[in-house]
């Protein structure tokens, strides 16, 4: 008989699939460059998707300088702040170490006498949002995270830290226009599932299954190894994810979001009221989730602000 083969089902690139700890996505690389200090991301509220239509501006698309309708992702960005500063130290092998910090709300020089004692190479922002400003996002408690602050020397990304602590800063004051950006977020939960969900199996036909139950696979495996592989589709969480898209490419950044709401609202968001930013294509994670936004660590260089011709408003309730 001839050899059966065929791919696997179901990518192993994500494995292990493991449920997020928390609803905020955990930035652990980021892209140092540039001579100017700065913070290396910003996060808004995912609203929903809408289309636009545009003239194709990429230089080596078979569409280019036509009009084309593309999808977007409506992210309302209302404004960050600044909370606190962190002094890191580089242990090598085991990764950075937090010297000393200062709060908005009380100073102290700590961090000063660290960086002329020469131990500090980095400096992180601990920055937080402002549901409350958002009439789509049911909570009024602040997500807080961690961001760096690249660019510059030390004693540079200080002050630049200094400047900001304490104070709100907005979607422009970061990105533009036609800039691209890594989007991370956590995907849509969807409990415990099965294998044929979870990994995308093939049923098990009639004659493979005398008892019915055909949503299930055939064995664990070969005797040898004596245990489960880690290649077994085998049922267990899915979804609630943490994901990260690379280079997504940033449309429009604007500061009424009547003008993209859809008559309606969006669909179990409602009414964007604050600032937003429309990226091209979808976005990890339902309606709410928090959406951070980096530079983009695979460097793609940016373009020009696109043509934008129009936006679709028309309402998603039918």
Not at 221 to 245: I, K
Request: aromatic residues 6%.
């Amino acid at each position: 008989m001839p050899t059966i083969h065929r791919p696997r089902r179901g990518s192993l690139a994500f494995s292990p699939r493991k449920k997020a700890k928390k609803p905020i996505a955990r930035i652990r690389s980021w892209r140092i460059d540039g001579e100017e200090p700065k913070i290396q991301d910003f996060s808004g509220y995912k609203a929903g998707m809408t289309h636009v239509l545009m003239i194709d501006d990429r230089p080596n698309s078979i569409t280019s300088g036509i009009e084309i309708s593309v999808p977007v992702t409506i992210i309302e960005t209302p404004a960050m702040r600044a909370v606190a500063l962190r002094a890191y130290t580089d242990r090598g092998y085991y990764g950075m170490k937090l010297i000393t910090e200062v709060w908005a709300d009380r100073d102290n020089d700590n961090i000063e006498r660290a960086i002329a004692e020469g131990t500090v190479r980095e400096i992180r922002a601990v920055v937080q949002t402002m549901p409350h400003l958002v009439s789509g996002i049911p909570k009024k408690t602040p997500d807080v995270m961690e961001t760096l602050i690249a660019g510059g020397d030390v004693a540079a990304q200080l002050e630049y830290g200094r400047s900001i602590l304490g104070k709100e800063y907005q979607m422009a004051d970061l990105f533009a226009e036609g800039a691209f950006v890594d989007v991370a977020a956590i995907t849509t939960g969807k409990g415990t599932q099965g294998p044929v969900k979870r990994w995308g199996v093939q049923l098990q036909k009639g004659k493979h299954s005398r008892t019915g139950k055909k949503r299930h696979i055939g064995n664990l495996g070969p005797w040898t190894p004596h245990y489960v592989r880690r290649t077994v589709p085998l049922m267990g969480q899915t979804g609630y994810y943490q994901r990260t898209e690379f280079n997504k490419r940033i449309l429009k950044i604007g500061s009424d979001g009547t003008e993209v709401t859809p008559d309606g609202g969006f669909i179990n968001y409602g009414i964007v009221k604050n600032g937003y930013v429309m990226i091209r294509g979808s976005v990890p994670g339902p309606s709410k989730r928090l959406v951070r936004m980096r530079p983009p660590i695979r460097g793609k260089p940016p373009l020009d602000a696109p043509a934008i011709n129009h936006i679709s408003t028309e309402s998603h309730q039918g």
